[in-house]
């Protein structure tokens, strides 16, 4: 939301979060979930163009699950498939932004499945959180598992940690070998509380807000912590993240490294949030990691 859009409508939110704290904190839970400003893919690069050429290869498929539908891509590997590598885009992003993470993990010979996160993409939906993602994933992966791993960037990592875990109410966890994240935040409460302060809700606003998180999910949202994740369920995970960050910082990267021994950190100097899934580096990186015994 821009600085401008913030000025005129935080008196109103105030107002509002002190006359009906519930139900404005409600309301403003479900903005927080709400992808605005979609990214779009360039396709005057040669970025943009070989994602395209890539997908057009693929077998599209429409997945249903309980709130609607997801719009994946399954790529096949020469051989015999190693297993298979579900790979995961952030908010705001579409499964083709991850299109450079593809081709290296099909060299290694596995199955890649590409996926476009409800509300976002060819998918249907004007939301996203945790429940929504899971419950995708669940329908996606559910004839795949165990899965050889996960590669995942921004909010799409901290929902595959979620999901491995088992972070939400009625979704058993999903079984994964490996987990990359490229730029995933440490958790989802500091954020959450950024937001209502940006946003003008008053302290019960916001205890609201946090409700609804835990009528939604069923955990509240002090549980959505990646950090914990891994310390509770031990997936050797690979943690990549640029110092100059300026949407998820670099603090959030060290965070998760200090989860134990088997999750590793490497920086991933100058490349920004999204620039950084452009790097041959990091899409290399990524798929050995995978790969590794």
């Not at 139900?23 to 970025?47: E, W, Y």
Request: proline letters at 5%.
């Amino acid at each position: 939301m821009t600085h401008a859009a913030l000025k005129v409508i935080r008196p109103v939110v105030r107002l509002s979060s002190l006359i009906s704290p519930r139900t404005t904190g409600r309301l403003a839970f479900h903005l927080f979930c709400t992808p605005i400003g979609h990214a779009k893919v360039n396709d005057t690069t040669p970025q943009g163009r070989a994602a395209r050429a890539l997908f057009a290869r693929a077998t599209a498929r429409q997945v249903t699950h309980g709130c609607g539908y997801v719009q994946t891509f399954r790529f096949e590997p020469e051989g015999v498939s190693r297993g298979t590598v579900l790979v995961l885009h952030g908010w705001t992003g579409q499964s083709l932004f991850m299109a450079g993470f593809i081709e290296p993990l099909l060299a290694q010979g596995f199955r890649v499945i590409a996926m476009d996160m409800p509300g976002h993409g060819a998918s249907s939906g004007r939301r996203l959180n945790f429940a929504l993602g899971i419950e995708a994933i669940s329908a996606v992966v559910r004839d795949e598992q165990p899965l050889a791993g996960i590669v995942a960037h921004s909010f799409g990592g901290a929902v595959a940690l979620a999901a491995v875990a088992g972070g939400v109410e009625g979704f058993p966890p999903i079984t994964a070998r490996r987990v990359v994240t490229v730029a995933s935040p440490r958790a989802m409460q500091g954020y959450g509380r950024q937001f209502s302060q940006q946003l003008g809700l008053t302290q019960r606003g916001h205890h609201a807000f946090e409700a609804e998180v835990l009528a939604v999910a069923g955990r509240p949202m002090e549980s959505f912590c990646g950090a914990e994740y891994l310390r509770r369920t031990l997936v050797p995970t690979l943690v990549m993240h640029a110092p100059d960050d300026k949407e998820i910082p670099f603090s959030d990267a060290e965070a998760l490294a200090e989860a134990g021994s088997h999750v590793e950190l490497r920086a991933m100097p100058g490349l920004g949030h999204r620039r950084i899934l452009m790097s041959r580096a990091v899409q290399q990186a990524a798929a050995e990691f995978i790969a590794k015994n």
